[in-house]
């Protein structure tokens, strides 16, 4: 944790004093940080318990505290600590020079003093040239949400769970999900491409790296058989028109900390060919997933998906995930 901005009242009738966010704030703000997935748990029961402990919310908030280069701010109202907000940088050139607020990262008794303790950390992170700020804030607040938007933050991503359950629909006629073979590996890896292609179009427009399909064609021969990963093949008429791969959650880089129920399945990854698209291959293949997950014995399943994504964030919600985090994002000219 390195050095932070000065300290800051803000005027008026509100009493708030903000400043720097240091080590003696951190079991104040774990319990404040307890409070709220103790409240986001009662709109979300399947994320993990184990967080509405202060203890093991503190665990969490230290340990981004003591990342490289975090910054943030804690909000005092009659001596008494409302709210904080804690950012990091991500090394990845993808975000550009960017600040993440992780899921760890903010907690506050009153929805409106998050827009202050953004004004005073965002002063920082800006005079650091960091101007391409991320924010990962509980689906389910949509007081919370809002203060954000009124910060000039726009939705990106969604992070979402449903109960390990069978859906208890059949397949659409014409169409058959397997589990991949090695035969399959060549198709595979053409639909490894199509998904970050399918992305950078319009409306997504991700900047994303698009690899090539030698690439995934070696990925795929080495990892084929790591049995930490399942693979489902959608076929219609003798043809591989799409993929799906479910694993434990664990194996994922993303839906870390307060984001990540326990015991969970995963729905790592989903596409299909664009001339298959549209006869229901996308969601037949994530209820493939779904029912691999039950049959593994996991509690629920997670996904995630670019909100901007027309035809992920209409297929998973439709096979019953609900919002567990939104992953908000500004960018600073």
């Known amino acids: 944790m390195s050095a932070a901005p000065m300290v800051r009242t803000v005027p008026a009738m509100s009493r708030l004093e903000l400043r720097p966010l240091a080590a003696a ?4 703000c774990g319990t404040l940080l307890a409070d709220r997935h103790r409240r986001h748990r009662v709109a979300q029961p399947l994320l993990s318990a184990r967080f509405e402990d202060p203890a093991v919310a503190l665990a969490e908030l230290t340990a981004a505290y003591e990342t490289p280069d975090s910054s943030g701010v804690v909000a005092y109202r009659a001596g008494v600590p409302v709210g ?10 993808l975000w550009g020079p960017n600040i993440w607020v992780e899921a760890a990262g903010l907690a ?7 827009r202050d303790l953004y004004a005073v950390a965002a002063t920082r992170w800006v005079d650091e040239g960091r101007t391409a700020h991320y924010v990962v804030v509980p ?3 949509a007081g ?32 058959s999900v397997r589990r991949a073979t090695r035969a399959d590996i060549p198709v595979l890896a ?15 427009f991700s900047a994303g790296r698009v690899g090539t399909v030698e690439e995934s064609l070696a990925e795929w021969a080495a990892d084929f058989d790591d049995p930490a990963y399942t693979t489902f093949v959608a076929e219609s ?3 591989v028109i799409g993929a799906a791969v479910g694993c434990a959650l664990e194996q994922s880089s993303g839906h870390l900390s307060l984001a990540r129920p326990d015991h969970a399945g995963f729905l790592g990854f989903a596409a299909v060919f664009p001339d298959a698209r549209g006869i229901g291959a996308g969601r037949a293949l994530g209820a493939a997933v ?3 997950a039950v049959s593994t014995g996991f509690d629920s399943v997670v996904t995630d998906w670019r909100v901007t994504n027309l035809l992920s964030s209409r297929t998973w919600p439709a096979l019953g995930f609900a919002e567990t985090f939104l992953r908000l994002h500004r960018l600073i000219r």
């Open 25 to 28: 704030d951190l079991p104040a």
């Open 84 to 93: 904080f907000v804690l950012g990091a940088p991500k090394p990845s050139p």
């Open 108 to 114: 506050v008794t009153d929805a409106e003093v998050m």
């Open 139 to 141: 689906a389910h607040d």
């Open 144 to 175: 919370l949400v809002r203060a954000w938007f009124r910060l000039g933050f726009g939705q990106q991503h969604a992070h979402a769970i449903r109960p390990a359950a069978r859906l208890g629909t059949g397949t659409p006629a014409g169409l």
């Open 190 to 204: 053409q639909l490894d491409v199509e998904l970050p292609l399918h992305q950078g179009l319009s409306p997504t």
């Open 237 to 239: 008429n003798g043809r």
């Open 290 to 292: 779904i029912d691999w």
